[in-house]
């Protein structure tokens, strides 16, 4: 396993963390299709959350929040279109960040709610 891998593993899991502590119920982590991938997928107050999870061990080049480009975007509604087609889903859906900088074996984590919309 690459440093990176453990690094985004890392931080997917404070991610879930802090989603639990915050009343999400997750339904999902990691959830396929095809090449794309939604991190975490999650309920909360009758409404669906799509949630990209970045993380970095330092700021330097870039902002971990500032790594969800337009691609990225319309990658993650095509998986979240699947998802909620498989999953037979009527409910609000939004799409959602967590920013995470690790330093050490301390963090800094920054949720970023309706980060973009489903209408690029």
Not at 32 to 49: M, P, Q, S, V, W
């Amino acid at each position: 396993m690459g440093i990176t891998q453990n690094i985004g593993e890392k931080g997917e899991k404070i991610a879930q963390n802090y989603l639990l502590q915050n009343g999400f119920q997750i339904l999902h982590t990691n959830w396929r299709f095809g090449y794309k991938e939604l991190d975490i997928i999650a309920t909360k107050n009758a409404c669906l959350h799509i949630v990209e999870v970045k993380t970095r061990t330092s700021q330097f080049w870039e902002n971990p929040k500032d790594a969800v480009v337009r691609r990225k975007q319309k990658n993650m509604i095509a998986a979240a279109d699947a998802y909620i087609s498989k999953y037979d889903i009527n409910m609000q859906t939004q799409f959602d960040v967590i920013s995470i900088i690790l330093d050490a074996e301390k963090y800094d984590i920054e949720y970023i709610s309706e980060a973009f919309s489903s209408t690029l």
